[in-house]
C-alpha cells in the first residue's frame, strides 16, 4: 500500500469513527431530553460553541489527511454569489413544501410524530439572540455538511457507489435528529437525499450548505410566530 493510500484509509478510518461518536451521542442526548430539560438555549451554550467549532476543525483536518483534491471534496466553487443565490431560493423553497408536508402529517397521524421541545429550546428570547442564533448556526450547519457531504460521500467515492453513500448517510443522518421525533428523523433523512444530490449536482459545498442554513433560519423564523402553538405542542408531548 503506497502511502497516500495509506492516509487515505487512516482518514477514512477516522471519519467512519467520528460518525459514530457523534451518532452514539446524539442517542444519549436524545435519553437524557426525555427527562432534563436545559433550562438555557443549548445552541448558545459556550461549552457547546466551543465543541461545533472544534469538531469544524476536526472534519477540515480529516479532510486535508485524506489527500483528496479539494475539487472532490466540493471546496471550490467557481461562482460564489451565484451558488449563494440558487442555496438560497432552494431552502425557501424547501422549507415551503417541508412546512406543508408537516403540517399534513401532523393531521394525519397525530402530534405524538413530532418534538418541538428542541426547536422551542433555541429560540432566540431577546432580539440580540437573533444574531447570536444566525451566528451559532454556521458552525453546526457547517459541521454537518463537512461530514455528512465532503467526508462521507466525497471522501468515500472510491469506495461505494455514489447511491449507497447517499442512502446511507441519510439514515445516519435521520437517526441523528432523534431529539425532533419520528417525523423529524423521517424529515431529516430525506433533506439530507436533497443536499447529497444538490452537492453530487453542482460539486461544490457552497450550495448545500447555504440551503440546509436557510432552512434552518426559516424554521426557527416561523416557529417563533407560533410560539403559543409550540407551547401548547410542547406540553402535550410532555404529557
Known amino acids: 500500500m503506497t502511502s497516500p493510500n495509506l492516509w487515505l484509509t487512516i482518514a477514512q478510518l477516522m471519519i467512519v469513527s467520528l460518525t459514530i461518536f457523534l451518532a452514539w451521542m446524539t442517542y444519549r442526548t436524545n435519553l437524557l431530553l426525555k427527562?432534563?430539560?436545559?433550562?438555557?438555549?443549548?445552541?448558545?451554550?459556550?461549552?457547546?460553541?466551543?465543541?461545533?467549532?472544534?469538531?469544524?476543525?476536526?472534519?477540515?483536518?480529516?479532510?486535508?489527511?485524506?489527500?483528496?483534491?479539494?475539487?472532490?471534496?466540493?471546496?471550490?466553487?467557481?461562482?460564489?454569489?451565484q451558488s449563494i443565490v440558487i442555496g438560497l431560493s432552494l431552502g425557501i423553497i424547501t422549507q415551503f413544501v417541508i412546512n406543508l408536508v408537516s403540517i399534513w402529517a401532523i393531521k394525519r397521524y397525530g402530534k405524538h410524530i413530532y418534538s418541538p421541545w428542541l426547536v422551542w429550546n433555541i429560540l432566540p428570547r431577546r432580539p440580540i439572540e437573533w444574531l447570536l442564533v444566525a451566528l451559532a448556526f454556521i458552525p453546526a450547519v457547517l459541521m454537518e455538511e463537512l461530514l455528512f457531504r465532503s467526508l462521507l460521500i466525497g471522501g468515500f467515492l472510491d469506495v461505494a457507489p455514489i447511491w449507497l453513500l447517499?442512502?446511507?448517510?441519510?439514515?445516519?443522518?435521520?437517526?441523528?435528529?432523534?431529539?425532533?421525533?419520528?417525523?423529524?428523523?423521517?424529515?431529516?433523512?430525506?433533506?439530507?437525499?436533497?443536499?447529497?444530490?444538490?452537492f453530487v449536482w453542482s460539486g461544490e459545498l457552497l450550495i448545500p450548505f447555504v440551503t440546509?442554513?436557510?432552512?434552518?433560519?426559516?424554521?426557527?423564523?416561523?416557529?417563533?410566530?407560533?410560539?403559543?402553538?409550540?407551547?401548547?405542542?410542547?406540553?402535550?408531548?410532555?404529557?
Not at 427527562?35 to 476543525?57: H, I
Not at 483536518?61 to 466553487?77: C, M, N, R
Open 166 to 198: 447517499i442512502t446511507a448517510t441519510s439514515i445516519l443522518f435521520g437517526f441523528m435528529h432523534q431529539p425532533q421525533g419520528v417525523l423529524g428523523m423521517v424529515g431529516s433523512g430525506v433533506m439530507n437525499v436533497l443536499f447529497s444530490i444538490i
Open 35 to 81: 427527562t432534563y430539560r436545559p433550562p438555557f438555549n443549548v445552541l448558545l451554550s459556550v461549552p457547546e460553541t466551543f465543541s461545533r467549532l472544534a469538531l469544524v476543525g476536526i472534519c477540515l483536518f480529516l479532510a486535508w489527511l485524506t489527500g483528496i483534491s479539494v475539487v472532490q471534496l466540493g471546496f471550490i466553487s467557481p461562482s460564489p454569489r
Open 212 to 239: 440546509h442554513y436557510t432552512i434552518n433560519m426559516i424554521q426557527l423564523i416561523a416557529a417563533n410566530y407560533q410560539r403559543d402553538w409550540l407551547h401548547d405542542f410542547s406540553e402535550f408531548v410532555n404529557e
